[in-house]
C-alpha cells in the first residue's frame, strides 16, 4: 500500500524557469511533510518541511503548498538551476504521539534542469 | 558538525552469503534508523532504534535481517543468508528524537546480490 505516491518519475524543465514537483498521499493522519533532495552515490538531503497546520512554507527558492482537501502538496522551485538536478523524494510522518515518528516516502521524482 | 557515517560504500556477494553493515549516527543523536532503498522506490524504513531500544521494526524481515545498537550510539545492520531481492541502498538515518525533525542521512551502503 503506497501511502505516498510521486506520479511523475521525471520532469525537465529549462534554466531560470519554475519546476514544480507534485507528491500524493492517502493516510490523513499524516502531519508532517518533508521534501528531500538526493545526488547520485549520496544520502538524501533535508530541503524543506510543512506542519498540516500550514499551506505554505517558503524557504529562499524553494516553496512547498499544501492541499489538505486534496491531500496533495508541491514543491516550486524558482527559478530553477542546473545544480538543482537531483532525484526528489516526498515524504510525510504521522507525528510522535502514539507513533514512532517514522517518514514513509514516495517513489522520488528525477529533476532534469537544463542550461 | 559531522555527518552520518557509513561503512562499506559498496558490497557484492553470491546469495546465500551473509553481510553486514556499519553506521555511525551525529553525535548525541538519540534515534536511528535503517532504511532499504531499492532501485526506482523510494526509502523504506527497516528498524527505528531510540538510544539502544528498538521502536519499529514491523517491516524488517526478522528471518534474514537483524540489527543491534549497542550502548546506544553506532549500529550494525546485518543480513544472513542473502537473496537476489536484497540488492537495493542501505540508508542508516539519525535525528535528536524531538518532535517534527528532520532526518540526517549517511552515503548509503549499495549492495550487490549475485
Known amino acids: 500500500d503506497q501511502q505516498v505516491k510521486q506520479n511523475s518519475p521525471s520532469l525537465s524543465v529549462q534554466e531560470g524557469r519554475i519546476s514544480i514537483l507534485n507528491c500524493d498521499y492517502t493516510n490523513s493522519m499524516f502531519d508532517y511533510f518533508l521534501w528531500y533532495k538526493k545526488y547520485p552515490a549520496e544520502g538524501p538531503t533535508f530541503l524543506i518541511s510543512?506542519?498540516?497546520?500550514?499551506d505554505k512554507n517558503e524557504d529562499g527558492r524553494f516553496t512547498v503548498f499544501l492541499n489538505k482537501s486534496a491531500k496533495h502538496l508541491s514543491l516550486h522551485i524558482v527559478p530553477s538551476q542546473p545544480g538543482d538536478s537531483a532525484v526528489y523524494f516526498c515524504a510525510a510522518r504521522r507525528g510522535f504521539s502514539g507513533n514512532t515518528g517514522k517518514l514513509i516516502f514516495g517513489q522520488g521524482t528525477t529533476l532534469q534542469v537544463k542550461p | 558538525e559531522a555527518g552520518v557515517a557509513q561503512s562499506p560504500r559498496y558490497k557484492i556477494i553470491e546469495k546465500r552469503q551473509s553481510v553486514a553493515f556499519w553506521c555511525n549516527p551525529i553525535?548525541?543523536?538519540?534515534?536511528l534508523y535503517w532504511y532499504q532503498q531499492i532501485l526506482g522506490q523510494g526509502p523504506k524504513l527497516l528498524i527505528q532504534f531510540q538510544n539502544n531500544g528498538v521502536v519499529d521494526d514491523s517491516q524488517l524481515p526478522k528471518d534474514r535481517f537483524s540489527a543491534e545498537r549497542l550502548k546506544g550510539v553506532d549500529s550494525t545492520l546485518k543480513i544472513q543468508p542473502a537473496k537476489l531481492e536484497d540488492s537495493a541502498v542501505y540508508l542508516c538515518?539519525?535525528?535528536?528524537?524531538?518532535?517534527?525533525?528532520?532526518?540526517?542521512f549517511g552515503s548509503g551502503t549499495q549492495l550487490s546480490v549475485l
Open positions: 510543512i506542519s498540516s497546520i500550514k
Open positions: 538515518a539519525s535525528s535528536w528524537g524531538r518532535e517534527g525533525e528532520k532526518l540526517f
Open positions: 553525535s548525541g543523536h538519540a534515534t
